[in-house]
């Protein structure tokens, strides 16, 4: 089984930003949409964004479209969250998630899960 490991995480202030990162191994990583999910205080895990294997196509939820970009480099096996105009809203603990199948936007698809990232965006 392949690992992911996220990073980046932090505490910011409202309007500010940050970059997550998920660096996957051969296995995890290669031919895998990668997804980012994020799971707040009611445990409900939802998605956030996914990009194709290949870099060329991305998705976002309505909550953050236009607000976070998702981004990899297949070179260094890493995916990148760029997350900008952050509310309290935005506070929540981020995965990101490999997916073998389909493009990684529901949680039946995840094949492997990384550790979890905090986020805490405060007022």
């Known amino acids: 089984q392949g690992r992911l490991v996220e990073s980046g995480g932090g505490s910011v202030q409202a309007g500010g930003s940050l970059i997550l990162t998920c660096v996957g191994s051969?296995?995890?990583?290669?031919?895998?949409?990668i997804g980012w999910f994020r799971q707040g205080s009611w445990n409900v895990r939802e998605w956030v964004a996914s990009?194709?294997?290949?870099?060329?196509?991305?998705s976002y939820a309505d909550s953050v479209k236009g607000r976070f970009i998702i981004s990899r480099d297949n070179a260094k096996k890493m995916v990148t969250l760029q997350m900008n105009s952050l509310t309290p809203e935005d506070t929540d603990l981020y995965y990101c998630?490999?997916?073998?199948?389909?493009?990684?936007?529901?949680?039946?698809?995840?094949?492997?899960w990384g550790q979890g990232t905090q986020v805490t965006v405060s007022q």
């Open positions: 990009i194709s294997s290949d870099g060329r196509r991305t």
């Open positions: 051969d296995a995890t990583y290669r031919r895998h949409d």
């Open positions: 998630a490999a997916c073998s199948g389909g493009h990684c936007s529901v949680i039946p698809d995840v094949n492997v």
